[in-house]
């Protein structure tokens, strides 16, 4: 089969390997389409500390089943693939939250992902999905399960205010799912002119060019003057950090959605104390996170195809990275299309 092998940081290439044989408790599955997610470009770039090389990368996938030894998954079966997997025995597994599990690892990240023709997958990991369903929609399902697990994290309820640094696809499922939440106002801020202009489309009830605007002022007196309930920080900087906090009304809620680029960041644990304000981070997604996000598409709630901009073939995976990596204010999600045909720029 084709895949994306990646050896170590700037060393991948299409090529030829063996077709995976499924083992107990796992299926074949024939990949269909698969997106690029920032982390793939730290994969690739040797960046992701919990990449374990060679690899094939790709988290964000969906698919068709082609070899299964149990009744509940036939060939044809089109189904999404939940990439997160931990234990199954500790109490975090046993409740469904896999992704707080100590022992938890990813597809695409941890072993062979969704940038190949086939891969193997725990029959826990794999959701059914009805044919009818455009797999282009079926392989946003991992994405939006970061907003909603998001979301949960912030404990964001109709009527309250919301405000998300960054604009990115992260930030854009985040804003959608607190809508139909029922939250409002929600502000998303970026320092790229075409993010901003994308939120509002998105439904944001302000959306602001953050450069050369102090933004705390700004929300004071346009958006919330008592500070904003739950604010998310999909940026990951200390400035946006700090940001935050000042954002938060008193007892509100900040959410760390981004990963740190550095291993510890200046949090300033006066102005939590001072005011009882909340601190909180999030990661991934659970088992029930992952099934609202794809429960949100089939439904029709998120429109996927508004926000997936490109979509290349698995030989020009390359060039599909580049345009991840240096079209940022053109790009939200690139996927790849493995299994279907007739993919175009």
């Known amino acids: 089969m084709k895949a994306l092998m990646c050896e170590g940081a700037e060393s991948y290439q299409v090529r030829e390997v063996p077709v995976p044989r499924a083992g107990e408790g796992e299926v074949l599955v024939k ?11 730290a994969i690739i770039h040797g960046r992701n500390p919990f990449a374990r090389y060679p690899l094939i990368p790709g988290h964000e996938f969906c698919g068709e089943v082609v070899e299964s030894q149990y009744p509940d998954f036939q060939p044809g079966q089109r189904v999404a693939v939940m990439p997160v997997v ?7 597994c046993r409740a469904g939250d896999v992704n707080r599990c100590s022992q938890v690892w990813l597809y695409g990240v941890h072993r062979d992902g969704g940038f190949a023709e086939f891969v193997k997958v725990h029959t826990t990991n794999i959701f059914p999905v009805n044919q009818t369903v455009d797999p282009r929609r079926v392989a946003f399902t991992e994405p939006l399960a970061v907003g909603v697990h998001c979301n949960r994290a912030g404990e964001v309820k ?52 953050s450069r050369g605007v102090n933004l705390v002022e700004f929300s004071r007196k346009e958006v919330v003057p008592g500070g904003f309930d739950v604010v998310y920080d999909v940026v990951g900087s200390e400035v946006t950090l700090e940001t935050g906090l000042e954002l938060l009304k008193p007892g509100g809620m900040l ?27 999030s990661r991934t997604y659970s088992m029930a996170d992952y099934q609202v996000a794809l429960d949100y598409i089939i439904q029709g709630k998120v429109e996927p195809l508004n926000m997936i901009t490109s979509i290349f073939p698995l030989d020009s995976i390359r060039t599909a990275f580049e345009k991840v990596e240096h079209g940022k204010d053109q790009e939200l999600k690139v996927l790849i299309d493995i299994g279907v045909g007739g993919a175009s720029q």
């Open 158 to 209: 109709a009527g309250y205010s919301v405000a998300i640094l960054g604009g990115g696809i992260i930030g854009l499922v985040i804003l959608q799912v607190a809508k139909i939440r029922g939250a409002g106002p929600v502000l998303v801020s970026d320092i790229i002119p075409e993010r901003v202009e994308r939120a509002k489309v998105m439904g944001a009830d302000w959306a602001v060019d």
């Open 86 to 92: 931990g234990c199954g025995g500790c109490p975090s």
């Open 255 to 281: 959410v760390m959605v981004a990963v740190p680029e550095v291993e510890k960041k200046i949090l300033n644990v006066k102005k939590i104390f001072a005011q009882e304000k909340k601190f909180t981070a």
């Open 31 to 41: 990949v269909l389409y698969a997106g690029i997610c920032g982390s793939d470009m």
